[in-house]
């Protein structure tokens, strides 16, 4: 079984209309994080949260909002979708108790389209 | 503002060649360096480095660090279809596990 979950794995939605991505580990990692990849841009980051408590802004995070609802869950909302908004989007995971603390742990990812 | 760049953007090569992907960095507070390969989905973690001179190996890949230059290399030797994926090089600062990715080099490997 997978580490590292996301769900959807594919998704097509409308303008205006709110979806959210859902992530789920099973390493029992304190830290999780979203990013999107678009072509010729990388992985930026949206989100990031150290643990359930804590939540924080990356680089784009505008109109993007997330919830941890449990140190195994971080879920990625998008209020009101828009056609720049279309990307693939990754969660990962990382350990801050070892000494591998930077090494992040992807998801599979989830392609979403905004028409 | 942290910065990664990573050069060429894309290679083709024939099987059997050996690559050299670049990565470029300016961060503040540099704590690590974190190379990946991408194949058709999500990233796998390939090496992490942290400090200058020492060469990180993995059977027909390896890497090493430059933190004077601010630069690493990821060395691929005798290469095979299955080494075609996108590289990514990310750094890490000294004060959290926020990375800042490349672009990434997309490599492809030909018979």
């Known amino acids: 079984d997978a580490d590292v979950t996301q769900t959807p794995r594919n998704r097509i939605t409308k303008t205006g209309k709110r979806i959210m991505l859902e992530c789920s580990q099973t390493?029992?990692?304190?830290?999780m994080y979203w990013y999107r990849q678009d072509p010729g841009l990388g992985l930026r980051l949206i989100y990031y949260?150290?643990?359930?408590?804590?939540?924080n802004k990356g680089e784009i995070s505008d109109g993007y909002s997330v919830s941890r609802q449990a140190q195994a869950k971080f879920s990625l909302s998008l209020e009101s979708a828009i056609p720049n908004q279309t990307a693939l989007y990754f969660c990962a995971t990382s350990d801050p108790g070892t000494g591998y603390k930077e090494t992040q742990y992807f998801g599979p990812g989830t392609r979403l389209l905004v028409l | 503002e942290d910065k990664v760049v990573q050069s060429p953007l894309s290679l083709v090569v024939h099987e059997g060649d050996t690559v050299t992907l670049n990565c470029s960095y300016e961060?503040?507070?540099?704590?690590?360096l974190l190379w990946y390969k991408q194949e058709k989905k999500a990233p796998t973690f390939l090496f992490m480095l942290t400090s200058s001179g020492i060469e990180k190996k993995s059977g027909r890949l390896s890497s090493i660090l430059d933190k004077k230059e601010l630069f690493s290399i990821l060395n691929i030797t005798a290469t095979q279809t299955g080494d075609s994926a996108i590289y990514l090089c990310?750094?890490?600062?000294?004060?959290?596990?926020?990375?800042?990715f490349g672009t990434g080099t997309r490599l492809q490997v030909t018979l």
């Open positions: 949260s150290f643990d359930v408590k804590d939540i």
């Open positions: 390493k029992g990692h304190d830290r």
């Open positions: 990310a750094v890490a600062p000294g004060t959290a596990s926020k990375l800042t």
């Open positions: 961060v503040t507070n540099f704590r690590s």
